[in-house]
């Protein structure tokens, strides 16, 4: 049945944003250039890699050694609206209706966190990834690593259409407040860098 909402849901919403994934396309070439999607390699159901794209919210900029510059140097302002108000996110109902996300989840985390997680926090990895999740709506970028693997293993132990469907409706509320967008020292999250004790 899970599956089933993901694929009629994705489907509506595709449909009628279509317009809007157009003009943000347009101007986030404008303002950000090419390419328009950001896609990158993530760790989906089982930690089995999936491409997950998004719409580009930062510039390529480099130092003079050729590093990226911090997230803060490289989000432009068209991005940070992105990011305010979710609309980076639209391209991933593609990879829900590929089977590979779901609406509702855990955020999929960079490849690299892999072998840093504990064997609970592995079991994040026991339903597919979503676009929102419940650590998205009760904190989001705000709140501690710890705080949010917790938070996704009680849906992974919870996971119910009820819940999914609380999650939604409070992901809409949350994308009106702009509530967790960034963390206090980060435009974005800070690095996982593991656990003190595994």
């Not at 993901?6 to 009628?16: F, K, R, V, W, Y």
């Not at 960079?110 to 994040?124: A, D, G, H, S």
């Amino acid at each position: 049945m899970k599956r089933l909402t993901d694929i009629i849901i994705s489907l509506t919403l595709l449909g009628a944003l279509f317009p809007l994934i157009v003009l943000i396309s347009i101007f986030a070439w404008l303002k950000i250039g090419r390419p328009i999607f950001f896609t990158q390699i993530r760790p989906g159901k089982g930690g089995q890699p999936f491409a997950m794209t998004k719409f580009r919210s930062m510039k390529n900029l480099v130092d003079s050694q050729g590093n990226p510059l911090s997230d803060s140097e490289r989000l432009t302002k068209f991005g940070r609206l992105l990011r305010a108000t979710s609309l980076d996110e639209l391209p991933e109902l593609w990879n829900v209706l590929k089977g590979e996300m779901s609406l509702v989840g855990p955020r999929p985390l960079l490849m690299e966190y892999l072998p840093l997680y504990n064997e609970r926090q592995m079991r994040r990895h026991e339903v597919r990834p979503g676009i929102t999740g419940w650590a998205q709506v009760n904190g989001r970028n705000a709140i501690s690593w710890e705080q949010k693997f917790e938070l996704d293993l009680y849906y992974v132990e919870n996971q119910s259409l009820w819940l999914d469907a609380k999650i939604l409706l409070m992901t809409v509320m949350k994308v009106f407040a702009k509530e967790g967008i960034s963390s206090e020292t980060s435009a974005t999250m800070e690095k996982f860098t593991g656990n003190e004790r595994n």
